[in-house]
């Protein structure tokens, strides 16, 4: 919106001003305006040294017309970067402003369908080298299948066995067919929301999640923190007591 009493002529000249003091001080006039005397220059030249090196007057004239139509690719660079000691740096006031947008985008809270954030998960599960963990931050499956972030070694889990998303301002876990169901709690399931601390079992006799909400804000940039950076996969691999109890039952696909 235009100040009060501003006409569009008036801001257009505005704007032109700003745009000629801006490209002044990142020197873009004095960079095309030397690189146009040089290539004046050269060109002058160019006809007699073209003359004794048998160069033709049609690639003289070609080479001419290149370098004057380089000009606006001249400008661009000038108006991006900065020659000074350093050599060819990015204008420092185009990296200040870089920096800012990203300290911006890192402060501005997650948004998806109105919610402010959706935190995180952290999975622990028992192997035969004792509790292991790993931290998630959005949708994963659990089964056999190596598309699985976390990846069951167990012939009573399916492939594609479960799914844990974020939905309707709570993260969901929902049973995705298999045979030999979901339980959350003890309850076997088809979808369910999961509490702040749930326990998983694909199977009856299998071996079990832990699952724990991480809060949105200090709490999941303090969990990140902990956990190694990347996108994580759990391995689940019975243990001897998970062994001699499983029985029947075989998993889907």
Not at 106 to 128: E, N, S
Not at 232 to 246: G, Q
Request: proline share 5%; net charge negative; aromatic share 6%.
């Amino acid at each position: 919106m235009r100040p009060l009493g501003e006409t569009a002529e008036t801001a257009v000249a505005g704007r032109f001003s700003k745009w000629v003091a801006e490209a002044g001080r990142r020197r873009v006039f004095r960079t095309v305006g030397v690189y146009i005397v040089a290539v004046w220059g050269i060109s002058s030249g160019g006809v007699d040294i073209a003359g004794v090196l048998g160069i033709p007057e049609s690639a003289l004239r070609i080479g001419i017309y290149a370098a004057v139509g380089a000009i606006p690719i001249v400008a661009i660079l000038a108006w991006r970067f900065d020659i000074g000691r350093e050599g060819i740096v990015r204008d420092p006031q185009d990296v200040l402003a870089d920096q800012q947008r990203e300290a911006d985008l890192a402060a501005m809270p997650t948004m998806i369908g109105g919610d402010a954030g959706v935190g995180a998960l952290v999975i622990r599960w028992k192997g035969p080298d004792g509790e292991q963990a790993a931290l998630f931050t959005d949708e994963l499956f659990l089964g056999r299948s190596a598309e699985c972030r976390v990846r069951f070694y167990d012939p009573l889990v399916s492939r594609k066995h479960a799914r844990i998303f974020h939905d309707e301002g709570a993260w969901q876990i929902e049973d995705l067919g298999s045979r030999n169901g979901t339980n959350v709690d003890g309850v076997a399931i088809t979808k369910a929301p999961l509490g702040v601390d749930s326990e998983v079992r694909l199977n009856d006799d299998g071996p079990f999640l832990r699952i724990e909400l991480v809060a949105t804000g200090a709490e999941t940039r303090e969990a990140l923190a902990n956990f190694p950076p990347g996108q994580p996969t759990a391995h689940i691999r019975l243990t001897n007591t998970d062994a001699a109890t499983a029985g029947g039952g075989t998993g889907r696909r």
